[in-house]
């Protein structure tokens, strides 16, 4: 579909609207890569115009683009791209040569932040890179219609037993399921143990046959009770894995909403929603599979990451995975959310609150109302309260809006294009681009 143009031109038209999907968000960054520079940037305007017409009223027909300010910032930012040459085409409305200067001011710098770090020792008295003790991590194993234990970072010893599966807590805090080898399995209706964490909480899973998984706040892990479910499990959330040996005899599968991971051995991260696969190896060699059409592809180098993404078909009710991969991941900003002190340099802003938001516990309404070009650079304590989380977001220039646990980006009282771009482009840059006539 995004090999179509006007497939393309929706997905802009529904960013415009805030009505963007995380699938389709994810479809639109994908044909930023299919489509030259000049091709994006004409399609985008042809949006942009289309949209001018519809409006009855143009809060900016008193106002002109001061396009010297514009050949000059662009000019600057080519050069600083090594030469590349970005073509600007000429637009019918100030509007829309405003947004295609996001595009290129985005594209040619990052839109990058400053950078500052927590002194050391600052984030409950550890170290830089340490990861956040094993002794506070806490979760809750369920199991059958209703059964539940909850493991508290102070627990420690034998847990429950469930089915031939002996759970219990190390002093290291590390939770083993032990299968006993004097049970045998029984038909007792429970298919699966769970284990899930909540805000604030990690876990590390240790399965019998050695495979540990360590689970961020806000995930679950689904492990087959009886010898017969083999080296399988579920995941949602997201887990870094780390499975014994490199070439082992024993095939592991974890299944996500859209793709079967498969590894004889290896270190990987996951992130697995609803529709969205992305996993990064770090060692051994990791097959991604789709869950419908058995496409594949194989991660078989440091870095390597693979994202599956599934969208809808035009036919009703049918839709699709499709599968990226890049050589050039950074396991550094994949493994962040497992350190006491989390570092993000010039990372995208709507993934530093995707993680933020899944440690805190906070719910945001609307990602897409998150600008795309928009990047935070910041040090965060995991210990640190929301309001630190909200204020640093709030320096990278971007505004948000917190009521009863949801937080939204989208301004409630400002819904036109004008407005949207407001909220994208900071007051430093919008300062410069227009002159009043």
Not at 369 to 375: E, G, K, L, Q, S
């Amino acid at each position: 579909m995004i090999h179509k143009p006007e497939y393309v031109k929706e997905l802009m038209r529904k960013q415009l609207e805030g009505s963007l999907t995380p699938i389709e968000a994810a479809q639109l960054e994908a044909a930023r890569k299919i489509y030259d520079d000049g091709e994006f940037i004409r399609m985008a305007s042809e949006v942009l115009q289309a949209t001018e017409g519809e409006r009855s009223d143009d809060p900016l027909k008193y106002w002109k683009p001061d396009f010297a300010r514009i050949k000059e910032i662009a000019e600057r930012g080519r050069r600083n791209r090594n030469g590349q040459l970005l073509m600007f085409l000429k637009v019918g409305g100030a509007a829309a040569a405003v947004v295609l200067l996001v595009l290129l001011i985005g594209h040619m710098t990052g839109g990058r932040q400053p950078s500052f770090d927590l002194p050391e020792g600052e984030c409950a008295g550890l170290p830089r890179d340490m990861d956040i003790p094993a002794s506070e991590f806490a979760c809750t194993v369920r199991w059958g219609d209703s059964s539940e234990v909850r493991i508290g970072s102070g627990d420690s010893g034998g847990i429950t037993q469930i089915g031939t599966i002996a759970v219990s807590k190390n002093r290291k805090g590390i939770l083993k399921l032990t299968r006993l080898a004097q049970a045998w399995d029984t038909d007792t209706g429970m298919h699966d143990i769970s284990v899930a964490t909540s805000a604030r909480q990690q876990c590390i899973v240790e399965l019998p046959d050695g495979v540990r998984v360590r689970l961020n706040a806000g995930s679950e892990l689904r492990f087959p009770l009886t010898r017969s479910g083999g080296g399988r499990m579920r995941l949602l959330g997201q887990a870094h894995v780390r499975m014994p040996g490199r070439n082992s005899t024993i095939r592991y599968v974890i299944e996500t909403s859209n793709t079967l991971l498969e590894s004889y051995g290896g270190d990987f991260t996951v992130l697995a929603l609803e529709g969205y696969t992305r996993t990064m190896l770090m060692g051994g060699r990791l097959v991604v599979r789709t869950g419908k059409e058995k496409r594949q592809l194989e991660l078989d180098c440091y870095g390597a990451l693979g994202v599956a993404v599934r969208y809808p078909r035009q036919k009703k009710d049918v839709s699709a995975d499709s599968l990226f991969y890049s050589p050039d991941g950074n396991p550094g900003e994949e493994l962040a959310w497992t350190k006491a002190l989390r570092t993000y340099k010039d990372v995208p802003l709507r993934q530093f609150v995707a993680e933020t938001s899944r440690w805190q516990g906070f719910r945001v309404k609307n990602f897409n109302c998150i600008p795309a070009n928009a990047r935070i650079s910041t040090s965060v304590c995991y210990k640190a309260p929301m309001n630190e989380i909200f204020a640093a977001i709030r320096d990278a220039g971007v505004s948000l809006y917190e009521s009863k646990g949801m937080v939204s980006f989208c301004d409630p009282d400002k819904s036109t294009i004008i407005q949207w771009l407001r909220r994208t482009i900071p007051k430093s840059v919008t300062s410069t681009l227009y002159t009043r006539t």
